[in-house]
C-alpha cells in the first residue's frame, strides 16, 4: 500500500504565495502521472495541475501562469507552487498517483485558505 502525504497547506492573504508538497510512503517506479486536485467547499473536486512521467505538465486554466508543478523523481515528490493566490482557490487540495496499471492513490487533503 501507497500513502500519500501532503504538507504545505493554511492561511495566506491574496496575492502571497504557498507551496505544497506531496511525498509517497515508498519508491514507486511505474508512476504514470502526479497532480494535484482541489475542491472547494460546495464545488467538484477539479484538476489543477498534473505532471507525466516524462515531465509534461498540465493545468487547469484558472490555474495557469500562476501555479507551477514540478517533481523530484528520486524522492517520489511532487510539488505545487502557488503564487499571486486569489480567493478563489481555497480550497481542499488533494494529491494524486496514478500507476501505469490504473491503481490510483489520493492524499488526505491539505487546506488552503487565501483571505482578503
Known amino acids: 500500500q501507497v500513502r500519500l502525504v501532503e504538507s504545505g497547506g493554511g492561511l495566506v492573504q491574496a496575492g502571497e504565495s504557498l507551496r505544497l508538497s506531496c511525498a509517497a510512503s515508498?519508491?514507486?517506479?511505474?508512476?504514470?502521472?502526479m497532480g494535484w486536485y482541489r475542491q472547494a467547499p460546495g464545488k467538484q473536486r477539479e484538476l489543477a495541475a498534473v505532471i507525466t512521467s516524462g515531465g509534461n505538465t498540465n493545468y487547469a486554466d484558472s490555474v495557469k501562469g500562476r501555479f507551477t508543478i514540478s517533481r523530484d523523481s528520486a524522492k517520489n515528490t511532487v510539488y505545487l507552487q502557488m503564487n499571486s493566490l486569489k480567493l478563489e482557490d481555497t480550497a481542499v487540495y488533494y494529491c494524486n498517483l496514478n500507476r501505469v496499471y490504473g491503481v490510483v492513490y489520493w492524499g488526505k487533503g491539505t487546506l488552503v485558505t487565501v483571505s482578503s
Open positions: 515508498r519508491s514507486i517506479f511505474d508512476i504514470n502521472t
